[in-house]
């Protein structure tokens, strides 16, 4: 008799082996010699070492589909481990709205023409202006590119980072460490994450650095090989920093910087480093630059008159 254990710190074990272990209990069938053991954050298999190696070869699909699809369910254990021709590479994302598949298999797709468009441009192009008014989901659509490059091994880590200019309001002291200070102005970029990752993987990321949450004055001197870095709320960046954070880019890692051009809240003495840079960088070939506006808009309907409305005051003033 052999037997071998198999990790599952970072797998949400209830989406994984489904309600009241049915999952499990479909690969005991499957698997009628080996003796199938979860305990904690592991699973041990017991039994004939060749029945062990086949099933240590399926369940790495298993676990793959997982961390693609965020889900798993007994018509894929089935299809999975009965058909020997599918492999790791044959597990991939083959829907072209789909960018990724979030928490508990949820299709996070490129719902309107100008996302399609940062799908389709960041494929072959290494840097992206996506600018446009809130709500325009901007910024969750770079996440979810971020987030598809990771699981695909295309890079090894995510950056984020953003100017830490406060919205017109002073937020006075805050407590705690330089994670704690930055949370209120990263926020968005949390709550997009949290949609496209699992609770325990995503805090792995973070505790190894795979998903690194810094303040762009800490980009300064760095360079940033294989990684899928957001610049965020770049409106506030000045021209130096914007120069500053460009140049940080290494070999191997894709660029987007998102930004609202109508919503500046550096002091009326600066100029927005992002409308600089787009007006420096649009006919660039190698650079896309993506223009979202109202009819991006996928917020609550609502959103879409008040942009309207401030633009249409905006061309009477």
Not at 1 to 12: G, R
Not at 27 to 32: D, E, S
Not at 195 to 219: G, N, R, V, W
Request: net charge neutral.
């Amino acid at each position: 008799m052999t037997e071998q254990v198999f990790d599952l710190q970072l797998i949400d074990h209830v989406a994984f082996f489904g309600v009241q272990d049915r999952n499990l209990n479909e690969l005991r069938l499957l698997f009628p010699k080996l003796k199938l053991i979860v305990r904690g954050d592991m699973l041990k298999a017991i039994g004939d070492e060749k029945v062990i190696k086949h099933f240590a070869d399926r369940f790495s699909l298993l676990l793959k589909h997982f961390e693609v699809y965020g889900k798993l369910t007994k018509k894929d254990i089935e299809s999975l481990v009965l058909d020997e021709e599918k492999d790791v590479d044959s597990i991939a994302n083959t829907s072209d709205d789909v960018i990724v598949f979030g928490r508990n298999g949820k299709p996070i797709k490129a719902r309107t023409e100008n996302q399609r468009k940062m799908f389709e441009d960041i494929r072959t192009r290494d840097m992206m202006f996506a600018i446009g008014p809130a709500g325009t989901g901007k910024t969750y659509t770079a996440v979810a590119l971020a987030v598809r490059y990771l699981k695909e091994k295309a890079v090894k880590r995510i950056v984020l980072t953003r100017p830490a200019v406060e919205a017109g309001e002073s937020l006075g002291f805050l407590p705690g460490d330089l994670r704690d200070k930055l949370d209120p102005y990263l926020q968005p970029l949390y709550d997009a994450l949290r949609d496209m990752l699992p609770h325990q993987k995503l805090l792995s990321y973070f505790e190894d650095s795979t998903i690194e949450i810094a303040p762009l004055a800490f980009m300064r001197g760095r360079t940033l090989d294989n990684a899928f870095v957001i610049l965020d709320e770049a409106q506030n960046c000045t021209s130096s920093q914007m120069k500053m954070f460009l140049t940080r880019m290494g070999h191997n890692s894709k660029f987007v910087i998102t930004g609202d051009i109508t919503q500046i809240d550096l002091p009326r003495n600066q100029s927005s480093g992002l409308i600089h840079a787009v007006h420096l960088f649009e006919n660039v070939k190698d650079i896309s630059v993506v223009r979202l506006g109202e009819k991006d808009v996928i917020r609550h309907p609502l959103v879409t008159k008040i942009i309207k409305t401030y633009d249409n005051e905006n061309k009477d003033s």
